[in-house]
């Protein structure tokens, strides 16, 4: 009974499948036999190539001239990729079909029957529903995110961009591109003035942003203010609109021809360049406060909700007590709303550090000496895309989204797990 047993599982390590015929599931088996038949023809067809051209990006390099089609660099390594997450596939299924001989086994020695093809399909899918669930949804995740993440993350390490695109030939170059960046005299400026004032923007960003949405929720929620309801939607109208549509308003607002400088210069002064490209700090105030516009609208909602399901109680006992309404806002609400609200707080610094379209819109396109393709309020993300869409240099644009997702993901995941409400998730219940 063992050799019988140890047979099948030996042979569907070998060739697929074949071991769910020796146990007469001629479905199961011709299927793992057929997915095993089309991996090796893909393998010894395109597959060994691409995987090979994944290493190489290409040994023959174009020339219309001479009319040598060549080999297209970009296209080897996407096609390389591919082939490797057909690898990881195939493994996976591989593995399931050893998993399952053995299972097959387990049933057949302790006296159960083989249960048929399709009513083996009706449990599995009862039994593991998530899985058929998520198996669409997490090939499209593999295809449309997974996919150009690994691709971007690889052209960090090649010298893609400015005069080496296809049809010349791409090479890997390892970790030239990060020294680039903080090494070479122009990059290495600019890099760390932009680094020095994105994490200020958002750490200023993030705080204007949320105490501002904080405080207006706080205000609506005393009982002497009256038409809370109206004065509740009236901030929505600012979220409503679309973003880009805000930020062109407050360009021409803050514009030479704007209302603004109207008024300006109707007193007899002359017109402000708030946007122009000396701006300096009167260009990320003003940066500053349109995203405050934008974004307290959706920090009140949510500290809204927040306060609404605060204990009284705990007010009326801290009044008993002397607490005065400043003690009370920072030992009771301050706490309470944090704890809540620490997960969103952690995705509003992610985003305001990657908020592409406030100085886009606002002042985009503008480069100023002392910075290499970049201006004083740009962020990473601005300066990324300078880089990669105006200016060809994709491999160095790479390399900074890498740095970009680094500095985000440790401050989020350090954070979150030092904060309170990971620590004592408990403490609120």
């Keep these: 009974m063992k050799k019988e047993g140890k047979m099948p599982v030996l042979c569907s390590c070998i060739i697929m499948g074949t071991g769910q015929l020796m146990y007469k599931q001629w479905i199961k088996g011709l299927l793992y036999i057929t997915a095993f038949v089309l991996f090796l023809y893909f393998l010894f067809t395109v597959g060994i190539t691409d995987i090979t051209g994944f290493f190489t990006l290409g040994t023959v390099e174009g020339d219309a001239w001479l009319g040598i089609e060549g080999d297209d660099s970009i296209m080897m390594m996407l096609k390389g990729i591919l082939a490797f ?35 083996a399909v009706a449990v599995f899918t009862d039994k593991k529903f998530y899985i058929v669930a998520l198996a669409v949804p997490v090939v499209g995740v593999l295809i449309f995110n997974v996919l150009p993440i690994i691709f971007m993350t690889l052209i960090a390490f090649t010298n893609y961009g400015g005069d080496i695109v296809p049809p010349k030939l791409v090479d890997w170059i390892g970790l030239d591109n990060f020294r680039k960046i903080f090494v070479l005299s122009d990059l290495k400026a600019t890099f760390l003035k932009i680094l020095g004032w994105n994490i200020l923007w958002a750490v200023a960003s993030t705080f204007i942003n949320y105490f501002g949405g904080l405080l207006l929720a706080l205000l609506l929620n005393k009982e002497c203010v009256k038409g809370k309801t109206f004065w509740r939607a009236f901030p929505i109208l600012a979220y409503a609109v679309p973003g880009f549509i805000t930020l062109l308003g407050f360009k021409f607002m803050f514009s030479y021809g704007g209302p603004i400088n109207y008024l300006i210069t109707r007193t007899g002064a002359n017109a402000v360049g708030f946007l122009d490209i000396d701006a300096g700090w009167k260009a990320r105030i003003i940066g500053l406060l349109v995203n405050a516009w934008i974004s307290i609208p959706t920090s009140m909602l949510l500290a809204t909700g927040i306060l609404s399901n605060m204990n009284a109680e705990l007010y009326e006992a801290a009044s008993i007590d002397g607490a005065t309404k400043w003690v009370q806002f920072i030992k009771l609400t301050l706490p309470f709303v944090v704890f809540s609200t620490t997960p969103t707080l952690i995705t509003s610094f992610v985003g305001n550090f990657n908020n592409f379209g406030v100085f886009y819109f606002l002042r985009g396109g503008l480069y100023l000496d002392g910075y290499f393709l970049a201006s004083d309020t740009d962020l990473l993300i601005n300066w990324l895309y300078n880089l990669s869409i105006d200016n060809n240099y994709y491999g160095i644009g790479a390399a900074i989204s890498l740095i970009i997702f680094f500095i985000t993901s440790v401050f989020s995941i350090g954070t979150y797990v030092n904060s309170s409400a990971f620590k004592k998730e408990d403490t609120y219940r």
Aim: charged share 25%; aromatic share 14%.
């Design 85 to 119: 997450i057909i690898v990881a596939l195939f493994l996976l299924l591989y593995y399931s079909n050893i998993k399952d001989v053995l299972n097959t086994r387990e049933r057949l020695s302790s006296g159960k029957e083989i249960l048929p093809f399709f009513k």
